[in-house]
């Protein structure tokens, strides 16, 4: 890939959110960055309003087309979803013909098809960022099993792969599988990052554990999706062995999703006094979360593929100064351990929850080094000021 200096990129994707609205705000980050070095960025998504919309946010130009989405939507109307964005973004794209380079984002994987019809019709080159791993992911998952329709999302995200300039990877597992799959093509590993300016370590607010009802209690957060992925029914057991073991801990659940009913009849049904359900906030919203909570929460089901992501709420947790809680494996588990700013519980058994926390309970000095650590390491290889820089040097084929 030859170095060059762009004027104008395009970002498709289709679940783009700013900071104010909440959920995962990577690509206005990713956005924001090219426009603080004098781009002129496009970003095509979609958003739940009847009508398009266009708007300038920061520098940003950004299309809102109407196609609606929901992570209580089911597997047959997401799909619906999926195809509904490309048949609209081909037309708003095409207003963009002058554009430099594209930046694709997945997941949906099918935002690739709107890339390369770019590439054929007006020779505009791409780049296809790999967050989830997928067919493989749904397909883990048994969502997909029509034999032929796995063949056909396969041969699409080979397609996908060879026609890109190049490949971005949210983590270097994604990146082995992907090296794995597509020869002699670049892969840029550019996780999500963590933003050490807005979130910081700070001293518990007692208005705010007033207003959470956690004074005196250490707290655990999970904060993010609540969908079959996420398998919180573990978390709950969590919450459960607690309880049994009359710790002093207190479990805030923060997000909404497809299981969010299931996991709040659960909690009546194990009669959890140590568990509140908080709804989806912005990131102003989870910042006073932040601020009472002394440890987060990651949660999946035990599914091998979902090891390889790169969860935001990992990052939030680091930049906040939190103790880092997982219960799978892969890269982040052995980054955690070997920082020693968190710890992994066992999948099958969360008794072992109890065990592990214990320590940190007796021991606030102990809790405080894994706290300092966390911090230390998204500052050193998270921030997003650095991360931001390296993401510029993609696009620009450095």
């Known amino acids: 890939m030859r170095f060059f200096v762009p004027v104008k990129v395009l970002i498709l994707h289709q679940h783009f959110k700013v900071p104010q609205r909440g959920g995962a705000v990577r690509s206005y980050y990713l956005a924001k960055a090219l426009v603080d070095q004098g781009i002129q960025t496009v970003v095509i998504t979609a958003h739940n309003e009847a009508l398009y919309r266009k708007e300038m946010i920061e520098g940003i130009e950004v ?36 554009v430099d380079v594209c930046y694709a984002i997945s997941v949906p994987l099918t935002t690739g098809l709107v890339a390369m019809w770019l590439k054929i019709r007006y020779g505009i080159p791409f780049i296809f960022e790999v967050g989830d791993l997928w067919p493989d992911a749904p397909i883990a998952m048994e969502f ?76 655990v957060a999970y904060i993010g999706a609540i969908g079959v992925a996420n398998g919180l029914e573990f978390y709950l057991a969590c919450a459960d062995e607690s309880q049994k073991a009359g710790l002093p801990i207190h479990f805030l659940l923060c997000g909404d999703g497809a299981m969010l009913e299931v996991h709040q009849n659960s909690a009546k049904r194990l009669e959890l006094s140590n568990l509140t359900f908080l709804p989806f906030r912005n990131r102003d919203g989870v910042r006073e979360i932040m601020n009472v909570t002394d440890a987060v929460f990651i949660c999946y089901q035990p599914i091998k593929i979902l090891e390889t992501g790169s969860p935001n709420k990992y990052f939030d947790g680091l930049a906040s100064g939190k103790l880092v809680i997982i219960n799978f494996g892969g890269w982040i588990k052995d980054e955690v351990e070997q920082e020693r700013c968190g710890v992994s519980i066992d999948q099958r058994h969360p008794k072992n929850f109890v065990e592990k926390i214990k320590p940190f309970l007796d021991d606030r000095k102990l809790l405080k080094q894994y706290q300092q ?15 931001a820089k390296q993401f510029c040097g993609i696009v620009e084929g450095r």
Not at 154 to 169: C, H, M, P, T
């Open 63 to 98: 299309h809102y087309l109407p196609v609606p989405y929901d992570n209580r939507f089911g597997f047959n109307k997401r799909v619906n979803s999926f195809f509904k964005f490309v048949v609209q973004s081909v037309k708003y794209a095409g207003l963009h013909r002058d």
């Open 144 to 219: 997909i099993r029509n034999r032929f329709l796995q063949r056909t999302l396969y041969a699409l995200e080979a397609a996908i792969y060879q026609q890109a300039l190049s490949v971005v990877a949210l983590s270097s597992s994604i990146k082995t599988i992907v090296e794995s799959k597509v020869k002699g093509k670049a892969v840029h590993v550019l996780p999500n990052m963590a933003d050490t300016g807005f979130f910081i370590p700070e001293e518990k607010r007692p208005s705010l554990e007033e207003k959470f009802n956690v004074r005196g209690k250490f707290v």
């Open 373 to 387: 650590a966390a911090r230390r390491l998204a500052e050193q290889k998270y921030s997003r000021e650095m991360l």
